[in-house]
């Protein structure tokens, strides 16, 4: 059981380019979620998912593209980077709204 | 939109000593709030999740307290250890969107030996 899972760990992108984080899990979670954690900022909800084909927007959005085709599966797509998209993203479960969310390690994105 | 305080931003402790982080929130209609502990250069791990129907929760030296009528919510570490060092997270929902988490900056804790 590895709980949540994410790739790539580290990436350095150039500004314009695109790329898709995965997020995958293995609990039979019904929502998933991606963040963003940046210093004196803290952790942002960028897009959510609440089940199998469902997404839904966050407090930072834009930039971001998601996808929920798997139930196991959160994708998140930068169509293209910018530096301010420099930071390092988690991705999150849970069975429920109201039950534990569970953190993958996070992905650390470099954009130059 | 829940805000999410938390107060002490650093505290650093002799092994051994009780302390409590203090987590505030501004919109009390919550069903839950959850206790994370993230160390340098990982992820978050779930310490404690106390559901609005209850005052306190705990887990091993870890005693978690909610007051939603205050806007309040503490944790209490006893015995600390070195290992203890991390920051420490809370986490409010935002009753309205029902799905979403607003985290505050966190605690950074340190325990030293």
């Known amino acids: 059981n590895a709980g949540v899972t994410q790739t790539p760990k580290f990436r350095v992108l150039k500004t314009g380019q695109s790329m898709t984080l995965l997020c995958a899990q293995d609990m039979n979670h019904e929502y998933m979620y991606w963040y963003r954690q940046d210093p004196g900022m803290g952790l942002r909800l960028i897009h959510y998912?609440?089940?199998?084909?469902?997404?839904a927007k966050g407090e930072v959005p834009d930039g971001y593209n998601v996808s929920r085709l798997k139930k196991q599966n959160f994708l998140l797509g930068l169509e293209s980077a910018a530096p301010s998209q420099t930071s390092v993203y988690f991705c999150?479960?849970?069975?429920?709204?109201?039950?534990?969310?569970?953190f993958g390690p996070g992905t650390r994105l470099l954009v130059l | 939109k829940q805000e999410v305080t938390q107060i002490p931003a650093a505290l650093s402790v002799p092994e051994g000593e009780n302390l409590v982080l203090n987590c505030s929130f501004t919109d009390s209609a919550i069903y839950n709030l959850q206790w994370f502990r993230q160390d340098p250069g990982k992820g978050l791990t779930s310490l404690l999740l106390i559901q609005s129907s209850q005052r306190e929760q705990t887990s091993g030296r870890l005693n978690a307290s909610l007051d939603k009528s205050s806007g309040r919510s503490t944790l209490y570490i006893a015995a600390s250890q070195p290992g203890d060092s991390a920051t420490y997270l809370c986490a409010a929902p935002e009753e309205t969107s029902g799905s979403r988490l607003t985290f505050g900056e966190g605690t950074q804790l340190t325990v030293n030996p």
């Open positions: 998912s609440v089940g199998e084909g469902t997404t």
């Open positions: 999150a479960s849970s069975q429920t709204r109201a039950r534990t969310q569970y």
